[in-house]
């Protein structure tokens, strides 16, 4: 059973005269307890299909269309996320699908203790009075490893290191064990050392409370550690999709082989840091054809031409690619 069914999602945004179409008719799923990622390099529309998700964008200036946008939560019931009130969507976000960022100052509360923040969220959804949601606050902080947290709990936001403020959002968005986990990007604002013991802490959390996980990255070191399943996403669109260890040792598209290629130790015969050329290309300048032919190293005529469909490779794999695909081109 899926949790989260995404169909043909578009999001486009007004600027200027046009329009920047963000995420251009996305399909993703995740399973019951299914640890899934979308890898892809900045501006691709990672964060925007997230935020659509959890209905974070304003609209208009963002227009958000979808054959489907669904979400089950713990009761069984199917949600039409796009159809939600926004009361409904806060109940939605805090106790069903929670989601965690880049950057945890801008989610802290400066001028509130971590306890308050905290108690905040037994007090509103779970109706507890002060001390008894006290009580809960120091116990998930005990959880997400903060050590000494009835003195932690007395402070401020600025008087903890990012690597804690990073634990206590999470604390904050698995109190109530939702069903699932939206987290993006957390780790690449901290420090490398710190990075490591977060994503630990995220997957201990979703085995603990059987949450699935949504991950998004640009980082497929981080796929390998975090997900069972991945999206590769490129100006808007998948490119790729399989299981991590097929994407990994046997990757399909050219934009996929680039990004393996950036990660040294993923595949033994890469031992530097490669950088695939050029960059992303503006969301109002994306090539016609194929999107990733201005970079690809295979690219042909019908590449630049015409745009590749997803094709279904068998064992759960899809890809946006002509190479190999011999009954797509044009005689
Ligand atoms: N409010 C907005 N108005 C106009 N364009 C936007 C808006 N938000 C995002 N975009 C555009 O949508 C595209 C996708 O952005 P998105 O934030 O989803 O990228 P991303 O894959 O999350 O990148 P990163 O790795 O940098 O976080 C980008 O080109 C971005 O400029
Ligand atoms: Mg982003």
Redesign the pocket.
């Known amino acids: 059973m899926n949790v989260l069914n995404i169909q043909n999602l578009k999001v486009l945004?007004r600027?200027g005269e046009g329009f920047?179409r963000?995420v251009e008719g996305v399909t993703i799923t995740v399973g019951e307890g299914e640890r899934v990622a979308i890898v892809?390099e900045?501006?691709?529309?990672?964060?925007?299909?997230s935020l659509a998700c959890m209905r974070l964008l304003n609209t208009p200036?963002?227009y958000i269309t979808a054959d489907a946008l669904t979400f089950v939560s713990k009761d069984g019931k199917t949600h039409d996320l796009l159809s939600k009130t926004e009361t409904e969507m806060l109940a939605l976000r805090a106790e069903e699908m929670a989601m965690i960022f880049q950057d945890p100052s801008t989610f802290l509360n400066p001028v509130m203790t971590i306890g308050e923040q905290l108690d905040e969220v037994f007090i509103y959804h779970m109706k507890m009075k002060k001390k008894e949601a006290r009580r809960h606050s120091i116990e998930m902080m005990k959880k997400v490893g903060i050590p000494d947290p009835e003195m932690r709990a007395g402070q401020y936001p600025h008087e903890l290191s990012g690597g804690l403020k990073q634990r206590i959002l999470i604390a904050m968005a698995t109190s109530l064990s939702p069903r699932l986990l939206i987290a993006d990007?957390p780790t690449t604002a901290l420090d490398v050392t710190i990075q490591a013991q977060i994503l630990k802490l995220i997957s201990e959390r979703c085995e603990k409370e059987k949450m699935s996980l949504l991950m998004i990255t640009?980082d497929l070191g981080v796929v390998r550690e975090m997900a069972d399943r991945v999206y590769v996403m490129y100006c808007g669109k998948i490119v790729e999709e399989g299981t991590v260890q097929e994407i990994l040792e046997n990757p399909k598209h050219p934009y996929t082989k680039a990004l393996v290629d950036t990660v040294p130790g993923i595949d033994e015969r890469v031992e530097r840091f490669v950088q695939i050329p050029k960059s992303v290309p503006h969301?109002m300048h994306k090539p016609s054809g194929c999107y990733f032919s201005n970079r690809c190293s295979y690219c042909t005529e019908l590449c630049k031409k015409k745009q590749p469909p997803l094709r279904d490779i068998g064992n759960g794999r899809t890809v946006r690619c002509y190479y190999d695909a011999e009954e797509l081109w044009e005689k």
Do not use: D, L, R, Y
Request: neutral net charge; glycine residues 16%.
């Open positions: 945004f600027a920047v963000a892809g900045s501006g691709c529309g990672k964060s925007v299909t200036p963002a990007e640009h969301p």
